[in-house]
Nanobody, 126 residues
Framework: QLQLVESGGGLVQPGGSLRLSCAASGFTPNFYTIGWFRQAPGKEREGVSCISSSGESTNYADSVKGRFTISRDNAKNTVYLEMNSLKPEDTGLYSC???????????????????WGQGTQVTVSS
């Protein structure tokens, strides 16, 4: 049993920055791989970034590489997504997901994850 709660979303101007948090609770959350996904209105959900349980392996979508950074603090049971140089096309509902023991050797896909948070809205607009 694992619970995930996202926070940190909001309205920002293009070029701005935002940090999202994914707080995990339940049994041994530190053993879980965490992925960030987003879904814009009228579009399919897409993978943004994922991080292994140890934090040693990460991956990013090409559209966010160099602008977003994923990290985790296992002592706080929290995974972060730092977003810089935000663009209007980054707008969407951002959700985190967890799967126990999932290896990170490529960008994670939603079908690999069994536990999901309810999401936090990110809107980039002038």
């Amino acid at each position: 049993q694992l619970q995930l709660v996202e926070s940190g979303g909001g309205l920002v101007q293009p070029g701005g920055s935002l940090r999202l948090s994914c707080a995990a609770s339940g049994f041994t959350p530190n053993f879980y791989t965490i992925g960030w996904f987003r879904q814009a209105p009228g579009k399919e959900r897409e993978g943004v970034s994922c991080i292994s349980s140890s934090g040693e392996s990460t991956n990013y979508a090409d559209s966010v590489k160099g602008r977003f950074t994923i990290s985790r603090d296992n002592a706080k049971n929290t995974v972060y997504l730092e977003m810089n140089s935000l663009k209007p096309e980054d707008t969407g509902l951002y959700s985190c997901a967890a799967e126990r023991g999932l290896l990170v050797f490529r960008l994670c896909v939603s079908q690999d994850f069994g536990s999901w948070g309810q999401g936090t809205q990110v809107t980039v607009s002038s």
